[in-house]
């Protein structure tokens, strides 16, 4: 019996396959460039919108704290409407917006002496909210009221600016309250953003 040994030809990729694989390994690489970028930009927005957030929970918080006087009352009088919005911040933390960098805020930041009113009591802006930031942050945050804060249409802004690329296009984000019919606290069902990724 004759044996027939066929020569087995040799094996590799030709020049096309390696450049299709070439082609797919490029798109593949841009896709994950983006996508991280894109990460990256959602984890920093996610800071404004959760401390704005929380900024919102603290002034409800407050507009329902007991601010009545400590004075005695007599006998069949009143105390008046106790419930009040925290005033106007005396600066935004950090006063200047950070540049493509992040600011480690301290308490004293959080603490103006100008929100502080006699005996120690926080009587408006973040000491009143009770809101700090003890983590490096990329964004300003400001508090402003509109009004006296006792009374139906008074308002609160709060904002969060930040530059998170270095090139001096801001990031804003806002969220507003309002006090409505019935003296109820009503804050935006969502924060109004404008170039949120810049």
Do not use: H
Not at 60 to 72: K, L, P
Not at 154 to 180: C, E, M, R, W, Y
């Amino acid at each position: 019996m004759m044996k027939v040994s066929q020569r087995k030809g040799k094996e590799g990729f030709t020049l096309i396959e390696l450049m299709i694989v070439v082609a797919i390994v490029g798109i593949l690489a841009v896709l994950a460039i983006y996508g991280v970028r894109k990460y990256l930009a959602n984890a920093k927005t996610a800071e404004a919108r959760n401390s704005l957030g929380q900024i919102a929970k603290d002034a409800a918080a407050a507009y329902e704290r007991e601010s009545m006087t400590g004075a005695v009352l007599a006998q069949g009088a009143a105390a008046a409407m106790s419930r009040s919005l925290c005033g106007s911040a005396a600066a935004a933390v950090p006063v200047a917006v950070p540049a493509g960098a992040k600011y480690q805020s301290s308490p004293a930041d959080w603490a103006n002496p100008a929100d502080i009113g006699a005996a120690g009591v926080a009587q408006k802006g973040f000491p009143c909210l009770k809101f700090t930031m003890d983590a490096p942050q990329y964004y300003s945050y400001n508090y402003v009221l509109a009004g006296a804060g006792t009374a139906v249409n008074d308002q609160f802004t709060a904002t969060a600016q930040g530059d998170l690329n270095g090139d001096a296009v801001l990031s804003t984000f806002t969220l507003l309250g309002k006090i409505g019919a019935g003296f109820v606290l009503n804050v935006a069902p969502n924060i109004s953003e404008v170039n949120p990724e810049e």
